[in-house]
C-alpha cells in the first residue's frame, strides 16, 4: 500500500463505504435530520433505501453543512502521522461545506505550521467527485505524488459531465429547487426535466421533456455532444432507489456510446433529501462543461 498521502472525501460522494475503504479513500459523514432527530449517512445501502421509504411515507429530512469544528476533528489526528492530505470535497455551488473546511484547513495550518493539506473544490456533486476520489486512489496507489494528483484534478474536474433527471418534482419544488407550480404542472403532465451541472458545480435545467423514455432519448442527446472516448472509460450511474429503472438507463447508455463498463451507485441523503426517491443519473468524461 502506497502512504505517500492520505486521501479523504465526504459521504456526499455516493460511493459505498466499503467501496470507500478497498481503495484507502477516508470519508467524513455528512448528516442529516427528521423531527429534530440526528441521523449519519452510513455510506450503507440498506440505509440508503430505509432512508427513502421514510421520504415516500412523507418523513421530511433537512441537511446540514459540516462545520469547522467537525472537519478539525476529522483532520487533526491524520496530522500526527506526518502525511499531506487530499480532500475531494463536495462542490462549493451546491453547499457551504467548502467554505466551512477551508476555513478548518486554515485553523490547523495556524496550530500545525509544517501540515500540508490540499483541499480542493470538486464543483461537482454526488458520484460526479466519487470518481475523481477514485481516480487519485488509482494514482496514489501507482505511486504518484500529491502534487501530480491535485494538478490532474484541477486540469480534469470539468471534464466529468452529468444529467439528471426524474419524474418526481415535488421534493425538488419543496427544497426550493423549482418553483411549486411547475411541479404540479410537471406530475399532472408526466413532464420530466433534464438537469446539469455548469464549470461552477451550479445545478441547472437544460431540458424539459414529457415521460421517461423521451427523458432518456434527450440525455442520450446531451451525452452525444460532450463524450469524449466511450469505450475506454467507465459510466457512473447513481440513483435514489430505482435500482431496476437505474439498471436499464445504464445498459442502454452503455449500448449506445459503447462504454467499457457501468458501476452503479445509491444517492446518499445529501442529494437525496432534495431530490427525493426516483432520480438517475449518468456521470462520464468529456468534453469541459459549460
Known sequence: MNNNFILTT????DLSLVLCQKNNITPIHLK???DQEENI????ENDSIAFYNKMRKGVIFKTSQIN?????????????????ILHICMGSAISGTFNNGLLAVEKLKEKYPNSQIYFIDSTLASVGYGILALKVAEFKAQGKTVQECVKW????????????TTSTLSYLARSGRMKSTSAVIGKLLAVNPILKLDK???LLACATVLGKKGAVKKIISKISEKITNASEQTLYVSHSDIPEEAKIFGETLKEHFGFKDVLYTYIGSTIGTHAGPGIKTAFFFGKERD
Open 200 to 202: 461552477a458545480g451550479s
Open 10 to 13: 465526504d459521504s456526499g460522494c
Open 68 to 84: 469547522i469544528e467537525e472537519f478539525i476533528e476529522f483532520f487533526e489526528p491524520m496530522l500526527t502521522q506526518n502525511l499531506p
Open 153 to 164: 484534478v484541477e486540469e480534469n474536474k470539468a471534464k466529468i459531465n452529468t444529467y439528471y
Open 32 to 34: 442529516y435530520y427528521s
Open 41 to 44: 449517512d452510513t455510506m450503507n
